[in-house]
C-alpha cells in the first residue's frame, strides 16, 4: 500500500526521510505546487490531491502544515488511514496567537525573508538541539520561499473546517508552533517539539507502524 506524505511548511521530504517505516508501505512524497493568489487551502488540497491514486486503498501522513491539507484530501479521497502529525484537525485547535495574526492580516504585511535568517528564534520555535538538528533546519529552509509562506499563513489562519475527518493524531508536549490546546491527541510525546519527526524519529515511527498494522 501507499502511504502518501506531506511535509510542513513549503519544505520538501526531508523530515521523513528520518523514518523508518514498515517495508509493506510504499512512501510517496507529495511535493507541493504553486498556489494561486487568494487560493484558500480546501482549494489548494484539492489541486494538490490529484496525484493521489485512489483506485487502490492508500495512507496519508501529514506534517505540520501537511496535516492541514491532509485533512481537506480525507474529505474527498479517503484514505484507509489518516495520521496528523505535529499538526491540528480544525481552526479550534489554533492558539490565541493565530487568531490575532488573522485579525491584524499579518500576512499580509509581515517579512518573512527574516524568519528564515533569524536562526535562534527559528530554533526556539522548533525545538532545535545540537549542531546536527541545526543543519538539518537550515537546509529545510533555505529551499522554503517566503511568497508560499506568505500565502501558506494566510491560509491557515483563514481556514473555516467543522467537519470531522476520523485520523490519528500524534502530538508533542513542547511543540511552540501548534501547542496542545483544545485537543485530544491519540498520541502524546513528552517532550517532543515541533522537530520531533527528527528528533524522536524512532518513537514517531513505532507509533506510525502501530497505527497501519
Not at 492508500?58 to 495520521?83: N, T
Amino acid at each position: 500500500m501507499k502511504l502518501y506524505c506531506i511535509s510542513g511548511l513549503g519544505i520538501d521530504q526531508t523530515p521523513f526521510e528520518f523514518l523508518d517505516i514498515h517495508s509493506d508501505y510504499e512512501l510517496v512524497y507529495i511535493k507541493w505546487i504553486e498556489a494561486k493568489k487568494k487560493e484558500s487551502l480546501p482549494e489548494y488540497a484539492l489541486r494538490l490531491a490529484e496525484v493521489i491514486d485512489d483506485s487502490e486503498p492508500f495512507a496519508l501522513l501529514g506534517l505540520s502544515f501537511g496535516g492541514m491539507i491532509a485533512i481537506e484530501i480525507a474529505k474527498v479521497k479517503k484514505p484507509r488511514h489518516l495520521i496528523l502529525l505535529s499538526s491540528i484537525s480544525g481552526p479550534g485547535q489554533m492558539p490565541g496567537l493565530y487568531k490575532l495574526g488573522k485579525a491584524i492580516k499579518v500576512y499580509s504585511w509581515f517579512p518573512f525573508e527574516l524568519v528564515k535568517r533569524n536562526v535562534k528564534l527559528t530554533n526556539k520555535l522548533f525545538g532545535i538541539k545540537g549542531q546536527a538538528h541545526q543543519r538539518i533546519m537550515n537546509n529545510v529552509f533555505e529551499k522554503t520561499d517566503p511568497e508560499f509562506l506568505r500565502w501558506a499563513v494566510r491560509a491557515i489562519l483563514t481556514w473555516k473546517n467543522n467537519e470531522e475527518v476520523p485520523h490519528k493524531s500524534i502530538r508533542g508536549t513542547r511543540d511552540k508552533i501548534l501547542p496542545l490546546l483544545n485537543a485530544q491527541p491519540d498520541y502524546v510525546i513528552e517532550d517532543g517539539s515541533h522537530f520531533m519527526v527528527v528528533v524522536k524519529a524512532d518513537h514517531i515511527s513505532k507509533i506510525i507502524n502501530e497505527i497501519l498494522d
